[in-house]
Each structure stands twice: as structure tokens, then as C-alpha cells.
């Protein structure tokens, strides 16, 4: 399905938007604001943006931690002030302040994330199976990142979800470094989508840089998933422009990242490349670019104000109520 001139608007909108509130979180760890990490994904806002705006209001998602699923989770309708809130452990976060980066709303078919790297692709298998008893087409979509591909819980949860033809797409964000560590390092192959192979479910390579290109990717394996066709993976092809938390030395191994290379990706980053691609058909104009980079930066120092000025989540029994069950 083509995209309209109004969805390619909105997910160059929801890119910047994304890019925006990404940049407002790196200063307010360094400022203080954030007790914990924060782990940006300023270069691959294209591959959440893209393949969430095929989705259903009643499908799932598990955003995985790159970023924090901030470019899901925008997407799916979560409030901007509620994210900074939970960063900043305030009582208007989406998780009532109790979990700083792990983002979850339910009722926007946001569950949360495994404690554990690669603890999601067994979480998304569960959620597989009950939408597989619901009958009524809903898909799971996972993300995680190139380097939980080594993990058993990926072995185990696509053994399951093959098998029983589970509606779940795992999307791979090959941000080409795990941790430090490059992923020709690790991998004897070229594209991780070709663990697909040995469990007879499709696995597609897409250029995570082009929003429209991971968005008509993933529309197909929607598709399958909801026809109770089984499980696929789309592995996106993509580059974080950070290192891997902010604070932490930026390293290829044991030596700095190439500053060529991070420039490299820089001429391919996705908000660039789509501002472009709209600019040159005329789906946009200069000026309509410089006012949706204005009111994203308003709709952050707003958001980012309220939330500062939020109550602190300090509460005991709200806490042990949100952690425990009766």
C-alpha cells in the first residue's frame, strides 16, 4: 500500500519529534534530571517510526531499550510528558515513575521490556500466542538489537513461534556495533536476517535509514502475521550516531569509533534523507520543515518543563502496589 502525501507528513512529523525529544533527554542526564543511563538512537528514528505506523490500535509492541522505545512508543500515542516524567521517577510518568527507562502503557499495547537484553523475544512469543487464541488478527512486533541475536531466549522463541505460526515480527535494529564490538566481529554472515532460514519463517533486509523503505518491508509481513501465516524477521540495516550511553568512552573495541565513519552515516541519516526525498516531490516545503522542527523543540521544553515540576515518585506503598501482585 502506497503512502499518502498526509502519512509521509506524519512520519517525517513523528522523526523529528523523536530526534527532538532524544536530544532534550541526552542534556537532562547531564544535567542531572536523569539518575540512571540513557542509551540515545539519534540515527535510526526511521526504523520504529516506520514499521509501527502499519500497525493496528490493538497489536503489541516490544520496543526494546535503544532509546528507550521512544520512537515506538511516540508513535503509538504516548505522551511526551509522561516519558520525560518517567525518566525523572515522577508520579506522571507512564509507569508512575518506578522504572526511570523502561517505558510501558498497556492500554497502548505497550507491555514494557524484559529486565534482560533479549529477554523480549520470549515475552513476544507469550503475547504471539494469546493473540493466536483471540483469533481476531492481532500481531506482535519486537525490536531488539543486533546483538541479542546470540541469546538462546532468540532460539527458543523462534523454535515456538515457527512452529505454531505465531503473528510476531521480530524487527533487528543492525545498528552495526554490539556495545563496542563491530558485528562483522561476531557474525560469519552478512545479513543476520539469514537465521531466518533454519526456521522456515521469511527473513527480509531492508535500509533502516529509509523510512519509507522499512515501512513497505514490513507491511507484507503484517499481512502474513494476521492471515496466521507465522512469524518473520526484518532485519533493518541502520547506525547509531552516539555511542553506545551517553557518558561512556564511544569505542570500536579498544579504540575510538572512526570519526569517518560516524561522518559517513551522518550524510545517511534518515530525517536528512526523507526531509530530501519531500523536498524534491514536493510533498513539503522549506518552510514547512523549519516550523516542524519549531514545534517540536516548543512541544519538548514544554513537556520537559511540566515534567520537571512534577512531584518525585517516592511513595512506598504506590511502589510495592505497582511491583507486586495481591
Given at each position: 500500500?502506497?503512502?499518502?502525501?498526509?502519512?509521509?507528513?506524519?512520519?517525517?512529523?513523528?522523526?523529528?519529534?523523536?530526534?527532538?525529544?532524544?536530544?532534550?533527554?541526552?542534556?537532562?542526564?547531564?544535567?542531572?534530571?536523569?539518575?540512571?543511563?540513557?542509551?540515545?538512537?539519534?540515527?535510526?528514528?526511521?526504523?520504529?517510526?516506520?514499521?509501527?505506523?502499519?500497525?493496528?490500535?490493538?497489536?503489541?509492541?516490544?520496543?526494546?531499550?535503544?532509546?528507550?522505545?521512544?520512537?515506538?512508543?511516540?508513535?503509538?500515542?504516548?505522551?511526551?510528558?509522561?516519558?520525560?516524567?518517567?525518566?525523572?521517577?515522577?508520579?506522571?510518568?507512564?509507569?508512575?515513575?518506578?522504572?526511570?527507562?523502561h517505558l510501558a502503557q498497556i492500554e497502548l499495547g505497550i507491555p514494557g521490556h524484559g529486565s534482560c537484553l533479549g529477554g523480549d523475544f520470549v515475552l513476544a512469543a507469550g503475547f504471539g500466542i494469546a493473540a493466536e487464541l483471540?483469533?481476531?488478527?492481532?500481531?506482535?512486533?519486537?525490536?531488539?538489537?543486533?546483538?541479542?541475536?546470540?541469546?538462546?531466549?532468540?532460539?527458543?522463541?523462534?523454535?515456538?513461534?515457527?512452529?505454531?505460526?505465531?503473528?510476531?515480527?521480530?524487527?533487528?535494529?543492525?545498528?552495526?556495533?554490539?556495545?563496542?564490538?563491530?558485528?562483522?566481529?561476531?557474525?560469519?554472515?552478512?545479513?543476520?536476517?539469514?537465521?531466518?532460514?533454519?526456521?522456515?519463517v521469511p527473513g527480509v533486509v531492508v535500509d533502516g535509514q529509509d523510512v519509507i523503505a522499512v515501512n513497505e518491508a514490513v507491511q507484507p509481513l503484517i499481512d502474513r502475521a494476521r492471515k496466521g501465516e507465522g512469524p518473520s524477521?526484518?532485519?533493518?540495516?541502520?547506525?547509531?550516531?552516539?555511542?553506545?550511553?551517553?557518558?561512556?568512552?564511544?569505542?570500536?573495541?579498544?579504540?575510538?569509533?572512526?570519526?569517518?565513519?560516524?561522518?559517513?552515516?551522518?550524510?545517511?541519516?534518515?530525517?536528512?534523507?526523507?526531509?530530501?526525498?519531500?523536498?524534491?516531490?514536493?510533498?513539503?516545503?522549506?518552510?514547512?520543515?523549519?516550523?516542524?522542527?519549531?514545534?517540536?523543540?516548543?512541544?519538548?521544553?514544554?513537556?520537559?518543563?511540566?515534567?520537571?515540576?512534577?512531584?518525585?515518585?517516592?511513595?512506598?506503598?504506590?511502589?510495592?502496589?505497582?511491583?507486586?501482585?495481591?
Amino acid at each position: 500500500m502506497k503512502l499518502t502525501k498526509e502519512q509521509k507528513k506524519k512520519l517525517y512529523i513523528d522523526m523529528v519529534r523523536v530526534r527532538k525529544l532524544d536530544e532534550f533527554l541526552v542534556k537532562a542526564l547531564f544535567a542531572g534530571k536523569i539518575t540512571l543511563f540513557y542509551h540515545s538512537q539519534q540515527g535510526q528514528e526511521a526504523v520504529g517510526v516506520g514499521a509501527c505506523a502499519s500497525l493496528r490500535e490493538d497489536d503489541y509492541i516490544f520496543p526494546g531499550h535503544r532509546g528507550h522505545g521512544i520512537s515506538k512508543g511516540l508513535v503509538r500515542g504516548m505522551g511526551v510528558r509522561s516519558i520525560f516524567a518517567e525518566h525523572y521517577n515522577k508520579v506522571t510518568g507512564c509507569c508512575r515513575g518506578i522504572s526511570s527507562f523502561h517505558l510501558a502503557q498497556i492500554e497502548l499495547g505497550i507491555p514494557g521490556h524484559g529486565s534482560c537484553l533479549g529477554g523480549d523475544f520470549v515475552l513476544a512469543a507469550g503475547f504471539g500466542i494469546a493473540a493466536e487464541l483471540r483469533g481476531k488478527g492481532q500481531v506482535v512486533m519486537c525490536f531488539q538489537g543486533d546483538g541479542t541475536l546470540g541469546r538462546g531466549t532468540f532460539h527458543e522463541a523462534m523454535v515456538m513461534a515457527s512452529k505454531r505460526k505465531l503473528p510476531v515480527i521480530y524487527v533487528i535494529e543492525n545498528n552495526k556495533y554490539q556495545v563496542s564490538v563491530p558485528v562483522e566481529e561476531i557474525w560469519p554472515m552478512e545479513n543476520l536476517a539469514d537465521l531466518a532460514l533454519g526456521y522456515h519463517v521469511p527473513g527480509v533486509v531492508v535500509d533502516g535509514q529509509d523510512v519509507i523503505a522499512v515501512n513497505e518491508a514490513v507491511q507484507p509481513l503484517i499481512d502474513r502475521a494476521r492471515k496466521g501465516e507465522g512469524p518473520s524477521i526484518l532485519e533493518c540495516k541502520t547506525y547509531r550516531n552516539r555511542p553506545h550511553a551517553e557518558g561512556f568512552n564511544d569505542l570500536r573495541i579498544n579504540v575510538p569509533r572512526p570519526q569517518e565513519e560516524i561522518n559517513a552515516w551522518l550524510e545517511r541519516d534518515p530525517i536528512k534523507l526523507f526531509g530530501e526525498r519531500l523536498l524534491k516531490e514536493g510533498t513539503l516545503t522549506q518552510a514547512e520543515i523549519k516550523r516542524i522542527d519549531l514545534e517540536a523543540t516548543k512541544e519538548m521544553e514544554e513537556a520537559d518543563r511540566l515534567a520537571t515540576e512534577d512531584p518525585i515518585q517516592n511513595d512506598p506503598e504506590v511502589i510495592h502496589k505497582l511491583l507486586y501482585a495481591d
